[in-house]
């Protein structure tokens, strides 16, 4: 079983920033691939940032340049770093992880709300 507890979200004007984390507790071998996803309201849930154990990182091209996604394997903890907000990031943002323990299991957060005012 893996937990993964998000904080960190908020309500900052267009223009500001804010950091999640999303650290995971509970029984594991590794932890590979860690990723932020969103979903806004009446849409699908997006991919916003992924990063490897090894520290390669991916960006949805909405977020390019504007967000930084970082990870601290020592503390199972993986960050957003959310600059140059637009209303259009307001979402649920939901940490996941792929971690090994026997097998490979998928897990998510519960989900922090990002809202951002124009």
């Known amino acids: 079983q893996v937990q993964l507890v998000e904080s960190g979200g908020g309500l900052v004007q267009a223009g500001g920033s804010l950091r999640l984390s999303c650290t995971a507790s509970?029984?594991?071998?590794?932890?590979?691939?860690m990723g932020w996803y969103r979903q806004a309201p009446e849409k699908q849930r997006e991919l916003v940032a992924s990063i490897t154990s090894s520290g390669n990182t991916n960006y949805a091209d909405s977020v390019k340049g504007r967000f930084t996604i970082s990870r601290d394997n020592d503390k199972n903890t993986v960050y957003l770093q959310m600059n140059s907000l637009k209303p259009e990031d307001t979402a649920v943002y939901y940490c996941?992880?792929?971690?090994?323990?026997?097998?490979?299991?998928?897990?998510w957060g519960q989900g922090t709300q990002v809202t951002v005012s124009s």
């Open positions: 996941n992880a792929d971690v090994e323990w026997f097998r490979n299991w998928n897990s």
């Open positions: 509970g029984s594991f071998f590794s932890i590979n691939t």
